[in-house]
């Protein structure tokens, strides 16, 4: 088996992360607890409706925990990418790891990225695109990820010519 790709993430991502799973398991969870809230409120007499609620709030707060302070570390730990002259190989995953090794013959298009929570840390994502998808490096400082994309652009543009 192929050593694991040379290089990390920067760690300002797994605050991004955190950030970005706390916006949405709150919003999941407003969703899920409001019916149940009103319904308690309106009905005093459907207990149901309480005990529902309380629930709610129980599951989402275990989620919250597991999200924002236990799976960030685990995950930024996890996530590899590194550029050769021929590919660019990429591994991630906790439970259900992938493995990405993408030739440099096959990429169409690269670019980065970047929205508010990433841009408020001084972060960016690199795209590479090819045929069969798109592959994404999250939470490279905005030089690198420049760096890297242009890198990535030249080198595809070589193996292009190469053939």
């Not at 950030?19 to 949405?24: E, K, L, V």
Request: with cysteine; proline share 6%.
């Amino acid at each position: 088996m192929r050593e694991m790709p040379a290089n990390q993430l920067n760690p300002r991502i797994k605050n991004v992360w955190r950030i970005s799973d706390a916006i949405w398991i709150a919003i999941v969870f407003l969703c899920c607890f409001a019916p149940f809230a009103i319904i308690a409120a309106v009905e005093p007499s459907e207990a149901w409706a309480g005990f529902v609620a309380l629930m709610v709030v129980v599951v989402f707060a275990a989620l919250f925990v597991f999200f924002v302070v236990v799976l960030p570390p685990i995950r930024y730990a996890r996530w590899r990418y590194e550029l050769t002259d021929d590919y660019l190989d990429i591994a991630r995953g906790i439970f259900w790891r992938k493995r990405f090794i993408i030739p440099f013959i096959r990429v169409q298009n690269t670019d980065t990225r970047q929205g508010p929570v990433l841009r408020a840390f001084g972060l960016s994502s690199v795209t590479v695109a090819t045929a069969a998808g798109e592959h994404e490096i999250p939470g490279l400082g905005n030089e690198e990820a420049d760096l890297l994309r242009d890198r990535a652009a030249e080198l595809a543009r070589l193996a292009r010519e190469d053939v």
